[in-house]
């Protein structure tokens, strides 16, 4: 089999929608790559599972699922056997029993990361002033006015329930180790990568990569698929 007939989902973290991944998704469609992101509603954590699903159903071929942040415990939630590997791009990866949060709040948080709490709609939302504080320090002013403007409130319920057993004990898996990130500190994502025997691809890159250095991301994806091209 060839990589080409690898397809890739890119599936979305906390306070972004599905064209965060515009950077990465450019490229891999350039080259004539099948890929499609996913579009979390963010309201509980079965939800987003569920959004998942429906996507996996309709998509072709052999699957390298990509997530970010959130969206690293989403991803290990799903049990379609389509479904070859993995990436986390600075993502949480919860164990069976624990839940988003438990991993989220694991260390002491960056000093420059955003206090977080539900408003009076029960929303999470991430103050505006954070997307360059915390969420994306190394974009530029435009691309930081449209993070903004795009976010997506999270709800607690995608937050507070423990995990099954997730997928990636049952699949190679990469992560992308952000050693610039705000969000979710560096020593925090590599406990989570090294506990879950990932491919550990370090680099100094902020929470976004996949906004301020998508060719980062598109690498790790790259030898995702071709691993699962070469059976």
């Known amino acids: 089999m ?25 490229p891999l ?8 992101a996913v579009p979390l509603p963010l309201t509980s954590f079965r939800d987003d599972v569920a ?5 996996l159903e309709r998509t072709e071929g052999p699957i390298v699922l990509v ?5 690293g415990a989403v991803i290990a939630a799903t049990r379609y056997e389509k479904v070859m590997s993995l990436v986390y791009v600075a993502a949480l990866a919860p164990d069976e029993g624990e839940t988003v949060a438990d991993v989220f709040y ?13 408003d009076k709609h029960g929303l999470i939302y991430l ?16 691309e930081l006015a449209v993070l903004a403007a795009v976010q997506r409130p ?18 190679p898996t990469w992560f992308l180790v952000a050693e610039q990130d705000r969000m ?30 998508p060719s980062v991301v598109v690498d790790i994806i790259r030898e995702a698929m071709v691993e699962v091209g070469s059976g």
């Open 67 to 71: 997530g970010h942040a959130y969206a």
């Open 29 to 36: 469609a350039a080259e004539g790559r099948t890929v499609t």
């Open 184 to 213: 979710i500190v560096r020593d925090n994502q590599l406990f989570m990568a090294q506990r879950m025997k990932a491919r550990v691809r370090a680099h100094p890159v902020d929470h976004t990569p996949l906004v301020t250095a």
């Open 2 to 26: 060839s990589s080409m007939e690898v397809s890739v989902v890119f599936v979305h973290g906390a306070w972004a929608d599905g064209s965060s991944w515009a950077k990465v998704i450019a």
């Open 154 to 171: 999270i709800a607690p319920a995608c937050i507070n329930v423990a995990v099954n057993r997730p997928l990636w004990k049952d699949r």
């Open 51 to 55: 959004a998942l699903d429906r996507t």
């Open 106 to 118: 694991r260390t002491e948080p960056h000093p420059q990361a955003p206090e977080l709490s539900p």
């Open 127 to 142: 103050p505006e002033s954070a997307f360059a504080t915390a969420f994306a320090p190394n974009a530029a002013a435009e």
